[in-house]
């Protein structure tokens, strides 16, 4: 079992930025790839940015490329997402996601929510205009 424990979220105005957390506890080699996802009121849960633990690559959506940067700390086994130049569309509650994928899963097609069997509590970004 791994639990997933997300934190950073806040109220920001448009253009400002914010810092994520996910921490994550438990058995850590049952995963290996971890993202975020979000997801606006009415809206279908979607990816935002993956990251493979063992080596480091990365999948990015396209509406947060060159904006957004997802890292991960091994050693404290904790993963980041920093969001610089945010957008009122970026309001949403933000979910820390992780498992065992393919590499090609993970950053090179991005998975879905179906692929990720663990998941955190949500932290909720909200950006003002």
């Known amino acids: 079992q791994v639990q997933l424990v997300e934190s950073g979220g806040d109220s920001v105005q448009t253009g400002g930025s914010l810092r994520l957390s996910c921490a994550a506890s438990g058995s850590r080699y049952s995963i290996n790839c971890m993202g975020w996802f979000r997801q606006a009121p009415g809206k279908e849960r979607e990816g935002v940015a993956n990251?493979?633990?063992?080596?480091?690559?990365?999948y990015y959506a396209d509406s947060v490329k060159g904006r957004f940067t997802i890292s991960r700390d091994n050693a404290k086994n904790t993963m980041y997402l920093q969001m610089n130049s945010l957008k009122p569309e970026d309001t949403a509650m933000y979910y820390c996601?992780?498992?065992?994928?393919?590499?090609?899963?993970?950053?090179?097609?991005?998975?879905?929510?179906?692929?990720?069997?663990?998941w955190g509590q949500g932290t909720q970004v909200t950006v003002s205009s």
């Open positions: 996601a992780a498992d065992f994928l393919s590499f090609e899963r993970c950053v090179v097609v991005g998975g879905t929510r179906d692929d990720f069997h663990y």
């Open positions: 990251i493979y633990t063992r080596f480091g690559g990365t």
